[in-house]
Nanobody, 126 residues
Framework: VQLQASGGGLVQAGGSLRLSCATS????????MGWFRQAPGKEREFVAT????????ANADSVKGRFTISRDNAKNTVYLDMNNLKPEDTAVYYC????????????????????WGQGTQVTVSS
């Protein structure tokens, strides 16, 4: 199983980035996918999640209205579109695959996810 996150970088406050997570080695289209982030000295926190068929998604309150998660099951890839970025969004962003086959609930909990990517750094300057 491989999850390869990309798209991070340095951006000014108010800017935008699109993160991608390309996956292989498991049946991507049958599992919820999530994005989490971890800032220095802080615990990993939930950002967004989307269920296996894209029919439901959820965002953390801190990113509502600014971030959008989506997936392309034909490409085995999940995306995170980030707009109006703020310095507090600075972190390493991780994609992850849920443990539950065709679950109908998109979990916000780290332990619900079985596989993790290596992370991509997002830095927002003020």
């Amino acid at each position: 199983v491989q999850l390869q996150a990309s798209g991070g970088g340095l951006v000014q406050a108010g800017g935008s980035l699109r993160l991608s997570c390309a996956t292989s080695g498991f049946s991507f289209g049958n599992y919820a996918m999530g994005w989490f982030r971890q800032a220095p000295g802080k615990e990993r926190e939930f950002v967004a999640t989307i269920i296996w068929n894209g029919g439901s998604s959820a965002n953390a309150d801190s990113v509502k209205g600014r971030f959008t998660i989506s997936r392309d099951n034909a490409k085995n890839t999940v995306y995170l579109d980030m707009n109006n970025l703020k310095p507090e969004d600075t972190a390493v962003y991780y994609c992850a695959a849920d443990r539950t086959y065709r679950g109908t609930y998109a979990s916000r909990i780290v332990s619900s996810y079985a596989y993790w990517g290596q992370g991509t750094q997002v830095t927002v300057s003020s």
